[in-house]
């Protein structure tokens, strides 16, 4: 037959059902389950040499059609390494979304020991006088980029809310912009939560709020452990009430939740999560949980710091095993967990028209790159672009094509800022293979592995 099996499909095997397999597209998100026996006559029927398919049953000559509809099966003479780029390109190049990462502050009251900002000058403030020049060069860039029909402002930092008196300031007038040049607009923020209060969620609701990231640890005797304010005191209480007041407003349908995990707190996350649950939250939010890894590195010849993900961090077996073991707990008390495991192919460096601007007017393309003087490519001053040539050269995907890996899809030849911590590089792949085949297959048998 004129068909085959989609690169870009995995399969696993349901645990104790040895007679079953799940197929997944990470192309499409397809996903279906079969027999065994059911795969045989499929693979003798994909390797008949003639086009005579009356010799098998209607029944199987039809689950073949919808199989080559879900892109699990495809036509044997498709070059999907070319289809694919041309996709990744097509998706790039028709994004109309201009993104702001608007980084208000570099500092923060807390002194997370994992932090990934650790060693960057925490003293920077956007002012207002920096703030005029970034709503002006807004201006500029939309009227020279006519393709752009949303404007998104993600406040970051450091801690905004450490800014809020520039937030108030500069948010309304960012959103007249876009009303002025008839773009759509929304508001998304990354917080530590401890400042984000009802009044301060509904100045944001104002400005269509789209999403709130907030970071809890664990229970509150883990979470002030780690999370810790400057001034010693733990943090927990007052975010939690602050997620509780916001989830009981409906101004936004769920807050993300994330849960960063090392050999610290693992063995208590499951006490948050069941608070979590008592207080009913499993439709108020979304919960991702974080791999902590390595932010800096001493010298370029890939010599890193003893720091301490050397200290508390898992190796990336052991992720893999934590991470599941994780969404599994969640499952249990009945939060959503993700489909997939994605390492990020449509984040900031990847989006044309997406930028983080500094307090002091400095551009880069990625966020983790904040306070960092080598992601730096211009600043307002200077450049009408949100273009670094470095992030815009994707030559690492024709050598991940070749592998012919499944996970192309979600991985996108992996995350350029750790390309660039472990390689010194960000236009290499950085492939963490075994990480994302042990996590998809897992979440794969528990979203799909029916009892």
């Known amino acids: 037959m004129n068909l085959k099996w989609s690169q870009f499909v995995f399969q696993v095997k349901p645990k104790d059902k040895k007679d079953k397999i799940i197929f997944r597209s990470t192309l499409t998100g397809a996903t279906i389950r079969m027999r065994s026996k059911l795969k045989r006559i499929i693979d003798s029927f994909l390797e008949e040499e003639d086009d005579d398919e009356s010799k098998y049953p209607k029944k199987i000559r039809d689950y073949v059609n919808s199989l080559t509809k879900l892109g699990i099966l495809i036509p044997r003479d498709t070059d999907e390494k070319k289809n694919y780029l041309s996709l990744f390109n097509d998706i790039r190049n028709n994004d109309s979304t201009f993104g702001i990462y608007l980084v208000t502050t570099t500092d923060c009251q807390l ?45 970051y930092g450091g801690e905004p809310l450490l800014n809020k008196r520039i937030i108030k ?111 009913k939250l499993q439709d108020k939010v979304d919960l991702s949980f974080g791999i902590i890894t390595l932010t800096s590195c001493s010298e370029p010849k890939r010599k890193y710091k003893k720091n301490y993900i050397d200290l508390y961090g898992f190796s990336d077996s052991e992720n893999a095993e934590k991470y599941l073991w994780l969404c599994k707990e969640a499952k249990e008390r009945g939060f959503t967990i993700p489909k997939e495991f994605m390492l990020g192919p449509w984040c900031s460096t990847r989006a044309i028209h997406s930028v983080v601007i500094e307090p002091n007017g400095s551009l880069l393309k990625c966020f983790s790159g904040v306070g960092r003087k080598e992601f730096i490519f211009g600043d307002i001053n200077s450049k009408f672009t949100c273009n670094d040539p470095r992030f815009s050269d994707f030559a690492y995907l024709k050598e991940c094509l070749q592998k012919e890996c499944p996970y192309l899809p979600i991985c996108g030849g992996g995350c350029r800022f750790e390309a660039f911590i472990h390689q010194g590089n960000i236009q290499k792949p950085y492939c963490q293979f075994n990480l994302i085949d042990k996590i998809n297959k897992g979440l794969t048998r528990l979203n799909y592995d029916k009892k």
């Open 111 to 155: 002194r997370c020991p994992y932090c990934y900002e650790q060693n960057i000058n925490q003293k920077q403030f956007l002012n207002i006088a920096m703030a005029d020049k970034i709503i002006l060069w807004c201006q500029k860039y939309i009227e020279r980029n006519k393709q752009c029909k949303k404007l998104r402002v993600i406040l």
């Open 169 to 279: 300031y500069i948010l309304p007038q960012l959103h007249q912009t876009a009303q002025r040049n008839n773009l759509l607009f929304d508001t998304q923020i990354v917080t530590n939560g401890v400042l984000l209060n009802p009044q301060m969620a509904l100045f944001l609701a104002r400005h269509n709020l789209d999403r709130i990231q907030i970071t809890i640890d664990g229970p509150p005797k883990i979470h002030d452990k780690r999370r810790i304010g400057k001034n010693g005191k733990g943090t927990f209480d007052r975010i939690f009430q602050n997620i509780l007041n916001i989830s009981s407003m409906g101004i936004i349908k769920k807050i993300s939740i994330r849960i960063n995990f090392d050999k610290n707190n693992i063995s208590a996350i499951h006490e948050l999560l069941d608070i979590l649950a008592l207080h």
